[in-house]
């Protein structure tokens, strides 16, 4: 194959995974393949997601030999920059390209079957190159595919105490949702379905040295489903049962993280859980101001002052700063207050979770309905429409 033959091949694949059309896509795309491993994906994937085939069809629909197919799709999956899954309704192992994120820089970063040189690589051009990488990232656009959660305390039940009187009342209620518990529980209904891998961004971060400080816990990032099977036969990652993960997303609150998880209305695909200094989306969100990376919940925090135990660990834990805590003139503190900067509060409810006083409940201020799946996100993503 030819250089010409090979840059085509590239600017090819870079179309159909929909990555921006400059030379740190076709950068991280040579980290990821080769010239020919872009020939053999040109040739039969039109689009992420959408487009799947066993081994046997592809070869097939390409005219490539189906031993050549066959090495170069396993080769790929164990690298983690092609997706496969069983179907249910055949039995059958298909084949398909995953979205750039979340989807091909996770499965590539965690992936210990990949060298730490080709790893570190794909991450020194992503520092190196940050305006350029922010497109690999994200899309400017009114809807986001990623959604805060609540964390696990106060429960969703009390969060049913407080609502905006301007909601409507069948807008009051919590939906599943808005429930990282029901998520689990949910996800959990199925056996070998729900497992952890590393946390890209904090794995990015040992690798770059950016972050020494951060002291946050790594094995915590939970994939549901069909993707759960995949980085479980990938050796990517380990399946773990619904009192596991309710235990990584309890230690996950109490070291400040926030759970962040794909914006639909069911069958989440995933549940990170995010500091604010080494996470991607968390860390864009603060250094550019740009809210519309994510999804706040629908919720915001209030403070019972009365029972307030005045130990600012709300203040302390907030990621995004949004909690001030106002000293009054009085010394038994009466005249204290508690401010929130709405504008900044994502809602994670990260300060009534770890309130010692339990003084914080979290109101409902706002009923923002996700895509109703996966798809649809992306469609609305890629679309810049929120409705």
């Given at each position: 194959m030819s250089d010409a033959e090979g840059e085509n091949a590239y600017k090819k694949l870079r179309d159909i995974i929909m990555m921006p059309k400059n030379k740190t896509s076709l950068d991280v795309l040579k980290i990821w393949y080769t010239?020919?491993?872009?020939?053999?994906?040109?040739?039969?994937?039109?689009?992420?997601?959408?487009?799947?085939?066993?081994i046997k069809d592809y070869a097939k629909k390409t005219k490539i030999p189906i031993e050549k197919v066959e090495e170069t799709f396993n080769r790929l999956a164990n690298r983690g920059v092609l997706f496969y899954y069983i179907s249910k309704r055949d039995g059958k192992k298909k084949f398909m390209i995953p979205p750039l994120f979340p989807g091909l820089i996770e499965y590539f970063i965690i992936n210990q079957n990949v060298s730490i040189d080709e790893r570190r690589k794909f991450v020194e051009k992503f520092h190196k190159d940050e305006q350029q990488a922010l497109g690999l990232i994200t899309t400017p656009s009114d809807f986001s595919v990623f959604r805060i959660v609540p964390a696990l305390e106060p429960s969703p039940d009390s969060r049913l105490i407080e609502v905006d009187e301007?909601?409507?009342?069948?807008?009051?209620?919590?939906?599943?949702?808005?429930?990282?518990?029901?998520?689990?529980?949910?996800?959990?209904?199925?056996?070998?379905?729900?497992?952890?891998?590393?946390?890209?961004c904090r794995t990015m971060s040992m690798m770059m040295k950016t972050n020494p400080e951060c002291k946050a816990p790594v094995d915590n990032c939970l994939v549901f489903g069909i993707p759960a099977r995949y980085v479980v036969e990938e050796g990517i990652g380990r399946y773990i049962t619904v009192d596991e993960t309710m235990e990584i997303l309890?230690?996950?609150?109490?070291?400040?993280?926030?759970?962040?998880?794909?914006?639909t209305v069911d069958k989440q695909g995933f549940i990170c859980n995010c500091c604010s200094c080494c996470c991607g989306i968390l860390s864009t969100a603060q250094k550019y101001n740009y809210w519309n990376i994510f999804q706040k919940t629908d919720y915001i925090p209030l403070f019972d002052m009365d029972i307030c135990k005045h130990c600012k660990k709300c203040v302390d834990i907030c990621p995004f700063y949004a909690i001030s805590y106002i000293s009054g003139d009085k010394e038994d503190k009466s005249e204290d207050k508690i401010i929130v900067r709405e504008s900044v509060c994502i809602g994670c409810g990260l300060c009534a979770s770890n309130c010692p006083g339990d003084a914080i409940t979290l109101k409902k201020?706002?009923?923002?309905k996700p895509a109703e799946n996966f798809i649809e996100a992306v469609t609305k993503m890629m679309t810049g429409k929120s409705a």
């Open positions: 010239p020919e491993d872009a020939k053999v994906l040109a040739s039969g994937f039109k689009t992420v997601g959408m487009d799947r085939f066993t301007k909601l409507e009342p069948d807008k009051s209620q919590v939906l599943a949702y808005q429930d990282v518990e029901k998520i689990i529980k949910e996800a959990g209904k199925e056996e070998n379905n729900i497992a952890v891998v590393p946390c890209t309890k230690e996950a609150e109490k070291a400040g993280l926030v759970h962040l998880t794909q914006n201020v706002r009923d923002v």
